[in-house]
């Protein structure tokens, strides 16, 4: 679990199955990483993150999209997909590994 701050409010962040079905109810749809291809679906995610992660919320997903600054919203999906990532246990590789790897020929 990591903390992230949103609109002024130090929250906790995890993923897991429930916030899997969390984001199903806000946005009405079935989970897939392959369909978080819109900003929309994107934090939807990071909102359902919010809501499973943190006993109460203080703000809605409509204040959220509508008044946080581009600085937050990237730590807040950062901070989201790297839970993602740890809970389906995808390493994170860096963009120098990547690099050194195409270096390499690999």
């Given at each position: 679990m990591r903390k992230v701050k949103v609109l002024g409010h130090e929250l906790d962040i995890m993923f897991n199955m429930a916030v899997q079905i969390e984001f199903e109810e806000i946005s009405g749809k079935p989970f897939d990483i392959k369909t978080l291809d819109t900003q929309t679906a994107t934090m939807q995610l990071c909102y359902a993150s919010l809501k499973v992660s943190n006993h109460?919320?203080?703000?809605?997903?409509?204040?959220?999209?509508?008044?946080?600054?581009?600085?937050?919203?990237?730590?807040?999906?950062?901070?989201?997909?790297?839970?993602?990532r740890e809970w389906y246990k995808i390493p994170k590789v860096s963009a120098e590994d990547d690099t050194q790897q195409d270096k390499e020929g690999n």
């Open positions: 109460k919320v203080p703000f809605t997903f409509e204040d959220m999209v509508n008044i946080i600054d581009v600085e937050e919203t990237a730590s807040l999906k950062d901070a989201v997909f790297d839970e993602f």
